[in-house]
């Protein structure tokens, strides 16, 4: 058997690799790519095999959940980068901002003026993303896509926020192409470089179409179980 550590480090080349060729294919930029390790579900232990092969850049949908095992990992490991990928409550803002590095779900005006508000009073910025509901799907987070750019253009200028770009998560089980071309226009017309764009089923697509961060999780650490999780 393969150590957790030799497995890691194994997933983390073999998906390195298909970005590069997916950039290749696409004409994009695959090294440019950041891998945002999505490792919601999975225990600490789970996780310290990707930190000692050299990832360094994670991704939590939840903060309660982040809670639990990142303080600890990241005093061991303090060039962690944590990217908050879930929906982000006003209630646990301060919270979020003590923990996370990026927070990639500013979808609404309230939530990004409780960041502004939290990131002055903690001497603490944080690089934001604005979360769009590109498939305008009532269960889904995200600010509606005819309002992106407004938005974007407001939480800059008006709140004062470090906006990096755009997030979206396509709708299931239907082709993401139209979807990845819409948000990169959007972030185009923001005047914003960055996408964040493409789960493990989809990344390569997203790559092709100008992802700069792509949001992998079961590809690396395996199938989650919710039940547990
Ligand atoms: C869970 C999750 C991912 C990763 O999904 P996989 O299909 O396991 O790669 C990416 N983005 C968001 C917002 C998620 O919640």
Redesign the pocket.
């Known amino acids: 058997m393969p150590s957790p550590e030799n497995t890691a480090a194994q997933r983390l080349s073999e998906l390195a690799a298909s970005v590069e060729q997916a950039a290749h294919r696409f004409d994009a930029k695959g090294k440019a790519v950041q891998l945002?390790a999505?490792s919601?579900t999975f225990s600490a232990e789970e996780v310290r095999p990707f930190l000692a092969a050299g990832q360094r850049v994670f991704?939590e949908?939840r903060v309660q959940e982040a809670k639990g095992k990142w303080p600890a990992l990241k005093a061991e490991f303090p060039d962690v980068v944590l990217h908050l990928?879930?929906p982000l409550q006003t209630n646990k803002v301060r919270e979020a901002v003590e923990l996370f590095d990026v927070i990639?779900?500013v979808d609404r005006e309230k939530l990004a003026d409780a960041l502004a508000v939290e990131f002055r009073r903690a001497g603490r910025a944080l690089p934001v993303f604005v979360q769009v509901n590109i498939g305008r799907e009532d269960q889904k987070s995200g600010i509606d896509p005819d309002e992106a750019v407004a938005f974007a253009q407001r939480c800059r200028d008006v709140h004062g926020l470090d906006v990096r770009g755009l997030?979206c998560?396509p709708p299931a089980d239907v082709p993401p192409g139209p979807y990845f071309a819409l948000l990169a226009m959007l972030a185009r017309q923001a005047g914003l470089a960055g996408l964040s764009m493409g789960?493990?089923?989809d990344?390569k697509l997203a790559v092709g179409m100008g992802a700069t961060h792509i949001?992998?999780?079961?590809?690396?650490?395996g199938k989650?179980d919710y039940a547990a999780g």
């Open positions: 945002v999505v919601k991704g949908n990928i879930g990639e779900t997030m998560i789960m493990s089923a990344y949001r992998v999780g079961s590809a690396l650490f989650r």
